[in-house]
């Protein structure tokens, strides 16, 4: 498995080449390796050989080490729901690369195109299979990533970045929420590996992280699957090319969240926090997904608000129906089995349909739009008699969407309905929503399918957006870009008629590894349950699902005006949030690096002042090494007469240099310090460093003053207040510092190496300036980087007076 | 073997000497500069080799015994740190072939590169701290002369608040080192290790670590600590700026990694809880910083901020040995050690990277300012995809190398129990991938902003060949960096498996003692 992984990866790298060599075939040639892939998984999953391990509700398992020690290990595993998903992502990957050829012949950047479409099949292709949490993870981003650059295709609108951009962050950030959640539930359930965790079932469940755990998995897959209120970036990706809307936006992306949910329900769901939220969250995107759908007018915005509402019907179901693993191995009540059960094969068979007819509508929303230059439903009409075969494909599926027998919708729709009537608590309330959605539906498969090729148009002005003038002769469109189309609404159809096949081979593994069972659950889809409460509620569903797509333009026109919902919506949070963060980091950044250097030395300072302070207020006592008070101060003070001179002068010094207006008189002053500072060295034994420091401190004075002569005195430029403050933090700091000296000066322990120096200098060093001993020889490697300094500093002096920029020097 | 360790000091310094005497040959400058850098790499490659496989290596230098004498001390930590230098350096050498103009190469621009390489290299292998500090002024004044290489307005401004405020760091760390060693009567740092928990002090050690930790973080640009690093890091030459800004806050946060586990380890839940704290505020302010700007190097600069919060992240999760000091808690923490170690890694190599590719959109299109850029992706798709391999790295995209390095740090964060650190830790990382989708949308999404009225403008045709002249020097390194990315990213368990066995030698710092082997001293 690992193999078909990487080889799609592979595919997407030499994707830009094989367009430009096949040219007009480009679309038919990429188009293989998807279907390659596809026909590879059916033979890896032996399907429809006897003895199938996955048929039989098994699995298959391998591993490639990667970074253990973080987890992550390449482990891929192939059971019924990883098989559907994938067998889902290759074959209308197959079918959409055969249209995207067609649909973008011609565009410039279509080798690109395809490059991001594969690395797009092939990152879902690894998230579906794969078993390890990091690998999933890794794929999710995967897909995110590839789903933004095929947002913003069309590049050179802004539009269409900033409906990329949207997509990104939304769903990343959802993306990041979840690795948290998902490291939580591996460390708690002591594995990495996915289908070990699902044997953690009941660890997890009662772990006191698992709220937690449960709610940031949830964030990931709420924000990626578009469910309420995470669900506004859908709509807008519409602006990436159809293909894309197709693919990504509606049969195969936004259900990675729905397909992770399904997958962890047997370890995370059964528990009331499960079910409340992933029924009120589903439920809530289903209705307002449909309602939402049919204020829409244009083709492509309509189906995505109708795909927002389908994610939502599986949440729902998976809310519905997750009674836990246990439920089904028989360790529940029989009502919570069989609901479980319902709630599963209505999940699968629903996932299934709404893939088939949902890409089949997108790829005709492009083909109309391709051939009769508007996708405004309301200037659509009667493209029946020229586009013959893709009004098939658009009626087949419009069957399956509305949920008419003999479509695979309709039993799907019937397994909703059996669901939700079954619930113990909550039926009516239940059933409702999901009648409601039924209803909307086929609103929506009238408006996108049945209008524009049977219909009349609502309107004859010409449309806002007439930039195509192909809009006076509708034509029926090439070979690929109806093949996929019919092909996959022809799948509605068979598939509903024939459920038999299908549900033994497909939908009865994926049930069973969406309940966890031990062993294949089996399942038998019919068409025709009988005279009962689904039939009737589903027919009641489709009469007024007619009557109020006849009523459409009236409702429509109603429903335009109450336009509040979108000024305060979910969206209008994402574009406040975003501003409002920018708001708070222009404020921020421009009260931190607002420009100023004193500005920034004054925070630097209050910073070492306020952590030194903090520190020695901790200490408990505050022992300084200062001698007791003498006994008699005047004997002590002319005994130290001199000292206390030195130190006077030092003073002096220092406020003479910080107050001084002229720049001359400030270095005079900090000589002065200087020489003070000489002085100490001489009176406290170190004669030598007191030469040294003298001489130090007078050369550096007379080079301050020939520089300085040249300058012009610089005028004051704080007022008293500001010179106040900084007096204040100047005297803090000072005396934060003369604090910690005297607090450490107190503390001294024995072993100190300065009297090796001493001993060694002699017979080791061979000098009898143990200083210089010290700087030439114990610590020469000191001497040679200040050397290296003192070198750089000149090349620097120099490159600072001649090296200036040319327009300088022109002038 | 352990003369191994002086070679990346003395190399660069014999190296820039030598290009001293070649100031009027710029082509035999470069060749010897590129040469000198690829012996760096060589002997950097052999170090790391050596010391992954006999463990920590130490040379007494002089033949004087610890603490007497100056010792250089190779861990896994110092060894990964000084490959990553001349990793960098190499590729930032071959970049200014043609990147840099003649002038600055004659006033000696080579040589202070490899000053510059050999005072990090200098700071990452000393055993010392004061020679330490040496080293950080080697690297302070070359890298402030780099800086104001080109007196122009603008670098002269940013060089002169880089320098002061980098000089109050001096300031604290000459004084620190002092008193430091008015206490323990040391600077040798694993005798330190010996003799400041010997001295019973750990108030007066508290207050140590504290001044280390303001002039390390000034140098590692944590909050709020970093403005030096806005204000300067733009103003150079892009090549000037790569190097920067891999390699001089990382010196910092070595230098925090370096005391505060070995040295100032004695009241854990004190000063790595402030660490801890720092780098959660250092994260945000960072990103925040960077998400209103509208230049490409500014977002870059702020963006290293942020960063740096991921890196003392690592070493701030040591706090809960404070209050568990249990198995799972050493291993968690462990852990910590080796993503810090891990990301410093990858966002040397990354950060590099994407000042490189400031550098070659500034020199096709004249600017940096993103509202006049674009048409990158349409006309040139391939250095397009070499500016995603790090941006999506930055933005911890999997599976580069900087999705490893945040899965780390967040697998440790959650173990330990850290959850706010973690949830800023996520959150920035969001606000990472909003920068580096605005710098993609402006810059190589948008069209062309000097395509769209009359062409006129266009520059004419001569200049345009001499922008393209020997573009390929500079893709080239951008190429090999986004090379490493990728395999970083790929090879991910065995790259991480020695950021590990570091972060093992970090968390016992017995082992660095005891190649140090300090004798006891009367």
Redesign the interface.
């Known amino acids: 498995m690992f193999l078909l992984v990487l080889a799609g990866f592979l595919v997407a790298a030499i994707a830009p080449g094989v367009e430009r060599v096949t040219g007009r075939l480009a679309g038919v040639v990429l188009a293989a390796a998807p279907l390659t892939l596809f026909a590879m998984l059916l033979r890896r999953a032996e399907l429809l050989e006897p003895g199938g391990r996955i048929e039989a509700g098994g699995a298959i398992r391998e591993t490639l080490h990667w970074a253990p020690q973080l987890g992550a290990q390449l482990s891929f595993r192939l059971d019924g729901l990883s098989l559907l998903f994938a067998l889902l992502i290759t074959g209308i990957g197959g079918l959409i690369t055969l249209y995207a050829g067609s649909y973008l012949q011609g565009h410039p950047a279509r080798g690109r195109f395809f490059a991001w479409l594969m690395v797009f099949m092939a990152s879902m292709l690894g998230l579906v299979l794969a078993d390890n949490v990091i690998s999933l993870i890794v794929f999710w981003e995967l897909t995110s990533i590839s789903s933004y650059f095929l947002i913003g295709f069309d590049h050179a609108r802004e539009a269409a970045r900033r409906a990329a951009l949207q997509a990104l962050l939304t769903t990343s950030a959802g993306g990041l929420a979840m690795l948290a959640g998902l490291v939580v539930m591996a460390v708690a359930g002591g594995s990495w590996e996915i289908s070990e965790l699902l044997e953690q079932g009941e660890t997890l469940r009662g772990h006191s992280l698992y709220p937690a755990m449960l709610l940031l998995i949830l964030a990931g897959c709420f924000t990626k699957s578009a469910q309420f209120p995470f669900h506004y970036w859908l709509p807008n990706a519409m602006e990436a090319p159809t293909p894309v809307s197709a693919y990504l936006h509606s049969s195969t992306m936004v259900k990675a969240g729905i397909y992770l949910m399904a997958r962890l329900s047997p370890a995370l769901g059964g528990t009331q926090l499960w079910f409340a939220i992933l029924a009120i969250v589903g439920g809530a995107t289903m209705v307002i997904g449909a309602y939402l759908a049919i204020r829409q007018t244009y083709l492509k915005r309509i189906l995505a608000y109708s795909t927002i509402s389908a994610l939502g019907v599986l949440t729902f179901l998976l809310g519905l129906g997750a009674a836990g693993g246990e439920a089904a191995a028989g360790g529940a009540a029989p009502v919570e089995t069989e609901i479980a059960v319902y709630a599963a094969q209505a999940f699968t068979v629903f996932l299934l349909a709404h893939a088939f007819y949902k890409a089949t509508l997108f790829l005709i929303a492009g083909s109309v739009t391709h051939a009769a230059g508007t996708a405004d439903v309301r200037r659509l009409g009667g493209l029946a008699k020229a586009m013959p075969l893709t009004a098939l494909a658009a009626g087949l599926a419009a069957f399956s969407m509305a949920g008419f027998p003999p479509s695979f919708g309709f039993l799907s729709k019937e397994l909703l309905l059996e669901a939700t009537l079954k619930q113990p608590s909550l039926a009516i309330l239940t059933t409702a929503a999901a009648l409601l959605g039924g209803i909307l539906f086929i609103v929506v498969s009238g408006l996108v399918a049945f209008g524009p090729f049977f219909g009349r148009r609502q309107t004859e002005s010409p449309p806002a957006d007439a930039s195509s003038p192909t809009e006076a002769s509708p034509h029926e469109v090439s070979f690929p870009m109806w093949i996929g189309p019919l092909l996959l609404g022809g799948a509605g159809l068979v598939c509903g008629v024939l459920p038999h096949g299908i549900g033994e081979h497909v939908v009865a593994p994926a049930v069973t590894a969406v309940l966890g069972a031990d062993q294949l659950v089996p399942i038998e889809l019919a068409l025709w349950h009988g005279f009962n409460l689904p039939l009737l509620l589903s027919t009641i569903a489709i009469l007024t699902g007619v009557g109020l797509y006849v009523l459409h333009p009236q409702v429509s026109r109603l429903l335009q005006s109450g336009d509040a919902a979108h000024r305060f919506g979910p969206e209008a949070w994402y574009h406040g949030g975003l501003e409002g963060l920018l708001a708070v980091a222009r404020w921020q950044t421009g009260l931190l690096q607002n420009g100023s250097l004193r500005a920034y030395l004054r925070t630097v300072l209050l910073t070492a002042i306020g952590l030194l302070g903090w520190t020695l207020l901790r200490v408990d006592s505050l022992p300084l090494g200062i001698g007791p008070w003498p006994e008699k101060p005047e004997e002590w003070f002319y005994a130290n007469s001199y000292r206390l001179a030195v130190a006077g002068m030092i003073l002096l010094g220092a406020v003479g240099a910080v107050h001084s207006g002229s720049r001359l008189t400030a270095i005079a002053s900090l000589g002065v310090v200087g020489y003070g500072v000489a002085l100490i060295y001489a009176l406290y034994g170190a004669p030598d460093l007191a030469m040294t420091q003298f001489v130090v401190e007078t050369l550096t004075v007379l080079l301050f003053v020939f520089v300085f002569y040249y300058l012009p005195n610089s005028p004051r430029q704080s007022t008293p207040a500001h010179r106040l403050r900084d007096l204040l933090i100047a005297v803090a700091a000072g005396a934060v510092m003369s604090l910690l000296v005297l607090v450490a000066a107190r503390v001294q322990i024995d072993g100190r190496i300065s009297g090796y120096f001493a001993a060694n200098s002699v017979d080791v060093g061979h000098g009898r300036n143990v200083v210089n001993v010290i700087l030439v020889d114990f610590r020469a490697l000191d001497t040679l980087g200040e050397i290296t300094v003192l070198a750089v500093s000149a090349l620097g002096v120099l490159a600072l007076l001649k090296l200036r920029p040319r327009r300088e020097k022109l002038s | 073997m352990n003369w191994l360790l002086t070679l990346p000091?003395l190399l660069p310094?014999l190296v820039a000497s030598g290009m001293m005497l070649l100031r009027r040959r710029p082509m035999a400058q470069r060749l010897v500069s590129v040469l000198g850098m690829l012996g760096l790499l060589a002997t950097a490659i052999t170090l790391l080799v050596t010391v992954y496989r006999d463990g920590v290596l130490a040379i007494q230098?002089?033949g004087?015994a610890a603490?007497?004498?100056?010792s250089l001390v190779a861990d896994l930590l110092a060894a990964i740190m000084v490959l990553l230098a001349a990793m960098k350096g190499t590729a930032v050498v071959i970049y200014s072939t043609v990147s840099i103009d003649a002038?600055?190469e004659?006033?000696?621009y080579h040589?202070?590169l490899h000053?510059l390489l050999?005072?990090v290299c200098?700071a990452f292998l000393?055993g010392d701290l004061?020679?330490l500090y040496?080293?950080f002024?080697?690297l302070l004044?070359?890298s402030?002369?780099l800086l104001?290489?080109?007196?122009?307005?603008g670098q002269v401004e940013g060089a002169?608040?880089y320098v002061?405020?980098n000089l109050?760091s001096s300031a604290?760390f000459l004084?620190g080192a002092g008193?430091l060693y008015?206490?323990?009567?040391?600077?040798n740092m694993a005798d330190l290790a010996i003799?400041l928990p010997?001295?019973g002090?750990p108030?007066?050690a508290?207050?140590?670590a504290?001044?280390f930790?303001?002039a390390f973080g000034?140098k590692a640009a944590i909050f709020?600590?970093f403005?030096?690093l806005?204000?300067s890091y733009h103003t150079a030459p892009a090549a000037i700026s790569a190097i920067f800004a891999g390699l001089l806050t990382k010196v910092g946060v070595y230098a925090l990694l370096r005391v505060f586990t070995l040295v100032f380890v004695h009241d854990i839940g004190?000063t790595h809880g402030?660490i801890l704290m720092l780098a959660g505020f250092t994260m945000v302010?960072g990103v925040?910083?960077a998400?209103?700007q509208s230049e490409f190097r500014r977002i870059l600069s702020?963006h290293i901020i942020s960063q740096i919060g991921y890196m003392l992240m690592g070493l701030g999760l040591m706090v809960v040995l404070a209050w568990s000091d249990t198995e799972a808690t050493r291993a968690a923490v462990t852990?910590g050690l080796?993503a810090t170690v891990f990301y410093i890694a990858h966002h040397i190599v990354v950060k590099t990277n994407l000042f490189l590719v400031s550098g070659v959109v500034e020199r096709l299109q004249g600017t940096g300012r993103l509202d006049s850029l674009g048409g990158f992706?349409?006309s040139r798709?391939v250095f397009s995809l070499l500016f995603l391999v790090p941006a999506?790295s930055l933005a911890g995209?999997?599976?580069l190398s900087g999705?490893?390095a945040k899965?780390?740090l967040?697998?440790a964060g959650?173990?330990l129990e850290q959850y706010g650190i973690?949830?800023i830790a996520?959150?920035v990382?969001?606000?990472t991938?909003?920068s580096m989708?605005k710098i993609w949308?402006a810059v190589f999404?948008?069209?062309d902003p000097a395509e769209r009225p009359a062409s006129e403008e266009r520059p004419a045709s001569e200049e345009r060949l001499s922008k393209e002249k020997g573009l390929a020097m500079m893709i080239g390194p951008i190429a090999g960096l986004a090379g490493i990315t990728l395999l970083i990213g790929l090879a991910?368990?065995p790259i991480?498996?020695v950021a590990?066995q570091s972060g093992v030698q970090l968390l016992n710092p017995q082992i660095y003692i005891d190649a140090v082997h300090p004798v006891?001293?009367?």
């Open positions: 000091i310094m230098l002089g004087y603490p007497y004498g100056i002038e600055r004659a006033y000696g040589p202070l000053v050999m005072g200098g000393t004061f020679n040496v080293f002024e080697v004044m070359s402030f002369v104001t290489l080109g007196g122009e307005r002169i608040k002061t405020l109050i604290l004084a008193i008015g206490v323990t009567g040391t600077l003799k010997a001295a002090q108030q007066v508290n207050m140590l504290m001044i930790l303001l000034i709020p600590l403005f030096w806005p204000a004190f402030l302010t925040l910083g998400a209103v702020f852990m080796g992706y349409a798709p999506l995209i999997p599976p999705f490893w899965l780390a967040v697998q959650l173990r973690v949830a996520l959150a990382g969001v606000l991938l909003f989708t949308a999404w948008a069209p991910a368990g991480f498996e590990m006891v001293s009367e």
